[in-house]
């Protein structure tokens, strides 16, 4: 066999080490100033994980990122995940990093790029992503908040934004718009605006049920007056860009939800290694053990398709089916897993002094965010042409 290049055996070495080096490294880090579940944003941790380079972790050095590939960044997040307990704080991260930053860095203006890059890699500003609207969610053709185009150039913005991740907090934030609502995803066009205008408001933090760190906001936009140059890419651009957002997103920002899935396991193994009933321990009971290694099993697939995504995103390579797959698998496996933990740990499980209820909570998130599993299914039935009459042979 021929020898193979170093980011090769690199990309190789992520499949198959479980406790690779980043991801370890990241996992101590995690642990430390991460590690205690929070039910509120902690501004002190999100600029520590600056610090520590997670903002900056894909972004080019010359604005002030570290030049990281995505499954480098993989396996960051995936071992922030594992280290911490703070889940909601790392999807967060998870957010803005894959979400909000990559469809600036891909679309967005060199002029856009160095207002807003530099301070969002340095913890400085915080960025957030307005997709989503009380009536249109993943229905993206059916966005109502109107850009009027003006005829002295630039557009008005009016319209009601749900679902914006760090909405409450954020500096910047990407909106989409329609110039048409007739044209469908045709119409869209992306904004990169200052969240601090005054035409720019948001709603308290939704309760919900996990991720009480990470706060998720309305936001309304009323006669918001922009010029040309707050045009995320082309004006007519929107849908593609942000189909090439959300494929990202839904592939890499679970990264972390595998992390915390393998805590998952790793508590469930200790305790059945350790708790005893009739005689003796847990573990040696089919029912627990053969549940932990179905765990195990689903676990392990998931981290393979999240990571072949990112190997094909850093190929250059269209990552639709593969995201869609990774999505599925991994958050579907996350709330499998926390609610077999519950099960296992017994009535304690069911204590919030146990720490497994919160994970259960924050998996069903997966659930929802980036599309839900039918989503998913309907992206992949799709693909394969699964909904459409067979081709006849000539």
Request: glycine content about 8%; some cysteine; hydrophobic content about 50%.
């Given at each position: 066999m021929g020898g193979r290049k170093d980011d090769e055996i690199g990309a190789f070495d992520a499949l198959l080490l479980l406790d690779h080096p980043r991801k370890a490294a990241a996992a101590e880090w995690a642990s430390v100033h991460l590690g205690e579940h929070t039910d509120e944003f902690d501004a002190h941790r999100w600029q520590a994980a600056a610090e520590f380079g997670v903002q900056g972790l894909t972004m080019p050095p010359e604005l002030g990122g570290a030049g990281a590939t995505i499954v480098e960044a993989l396996l960051t997040f995936e071992g922030l995940g594992l280290g911490a307990r703070d889940n909601g704080m790392v999807f967060a991260l998870s957010a803005q990093v894959f979400s909000m930053q990559s469809a600036l860095l891909a679309a967005g203006s060199a002029t856009q790029h160095e207002r807003w890059i530099p301070r969002l890699c340095s913890g400085d500003a915080i960025g957030a992503f307005a997709m989503s609207?009380?009536?249109?969610?993943s229905d993206t053709a059916s966005i109502s908040t109107l850009a009027e185009p003006l005829a002295t150039g630039g557009y008005r913005l009016n319209g009601t934004k749900t679902w914006v991740t760090l909405g409450?907090?954020?500096?910047?934030?990407?909106?989409?718009a329609t110039t048409d609502p007739s044209l469908g995803r045709w119409g869209l066009t992306a904004f990169v605006l200052d969240a601090h205008r005054p035409e720019i408001s948001f709603g308290e933090p939704i309760e919900k049920l996990g991720l009480e760190s990470c706060p998720f906001t309305t936001m309304t936009l009323t006669d918001c007056v922009v010029t040309d140059d707050d045009v995320l890419g082309n004006p007519g651009a929107g849908s593609s860009i942000f189909a090439d957002a959300v494929n990202a997103e839904r592939a890499f920002l679970y990264a972390a939800q595998l992390g915390a899935t393998e805590r998952t396991i790793n508590a469930c193994v200790e305790r059945a290694q350790t708790r005893e009933q009739f005689g003796k321990r847990i573990g040696q009971f089919q029912a627990i053990s053969h549940t932990i290694a179905d765990m195990k099993v689903n676990h392990e697939a998931a981290r393979l398709l999240v990571f072949k995504a990112g190997l094909l995103r850093d190929a250059g390579a269209d990552v639709t089916m593969a995201a869609a797959l990774a999505k599925l698998q991994t958050s579907e496996t996350a709330v499998q897993s926390a609610l077999d933990a519950v099960k296992i740990f017994g009535a304690e499980g069911y204590t919030t002094a146990a720490g497994i209820e919160h994970e259960l909570r924050d998996a069903i998130g997966g659930l929802s965010y980036s599309g839900t599993s039918e989503?998913?299914?309907?992206?992949?039935?799709?693909?394969?042409?699964?909904?459409r009459p067979a081709r006849r042979r000539r």
């Open positions: 609207e009380p009536d249109a969610g409450s907090l954020c500096d910047v934030v990407i909106v989409f989503i998913q299914r309907n992206i992949v039935a799709g693909l394969l042409r699964a909904d």
